[in-house]
């Protein structure tokens, strides 16, 4: 799995998930084998390989354990960019995009110095050309900034906003309006994603839940399963083989 601010590829076991929620838009792919996919307001359909957008509830249930995933923080792309490459995506067949993804694995195996790796040459590797970044006002990027390189730390709507020197109300409508997320749903999903940078370690699971900004081991299992679908413990034990490269900040961690 590699692992950067505003990317992620992960390779490897997904088991048998519940519903999820991810705070990312994904492609997805098997590694072999069939994924059959339900999402909420749609049938159930068997696919090689599929797109799903941000904060979209769904299930997968494949036939081979291993899967291809590939996230992107949509807030980091501009908004045309990202739905150019859903539709583009979405209109390739969908052996196509399994062999799209599964030799973007390859590539990504191959490439030297993974931890240097920045979303430009990610985007490169992964769909061919960089994905232009989102236009956002400073002062929003800087509370993204904080709230991705800090998730454990409590920063409140009130703290974010005294940080960008705006009213409460203000700051939250500026907030969803330059990253197209509300703050609370996005503070949630990155205290969520940064347990990705511990997933293949042995570690005291409520140790962690504190370290990642959860008040206690409920709140951070209840969180965990609703944004990917399984148990942080199952998390973990699927992850053990993991190879886990990081970039960005979570490298400097």
Known sequence: MLVGPERVFYAGLLGRPKQRT???????ASMEGRLRIRAAGAPERSVEAAIMPAY??????PEHPSVIGVLVEPESV???ALARLSAELSALDEAVLARRLREAYHRLRAAPAKQAMD???????????PLAPRRMDPRIR?????????????????DCAALANLSVSRFLHLFKQETGIAFRACRAWKRARHLLNFANETI?????????GYPDSTHFSHSIRRFYGLKPRAIFSG?????IFRSGAAARA
Do not use: K, Y
């Open 239 to 243: 992850s053990r083989e993991l190879e």
């Open 56 to 61: 979209a509830q769904h299930s997968i249930d």
């Open 22 to 28: 991810l705070g990312a838009f994904i492609a997805f």
């Open 142 to 158: 800087r509370v993204l900034a904080l709230l991705g390189d800090n998730p454990g730390e409590p920063l409140t709507a009130a």
């Open 204 to 212: 005291n699971m409520a140790h962690l839940a504190l370290d990642i």
């Open 119 to 129: 979303a430009t040459a990610f985007d490169t590797a992964v769909f061919g050309a």
């Open 78 to 80: 501009d908004p045309d």
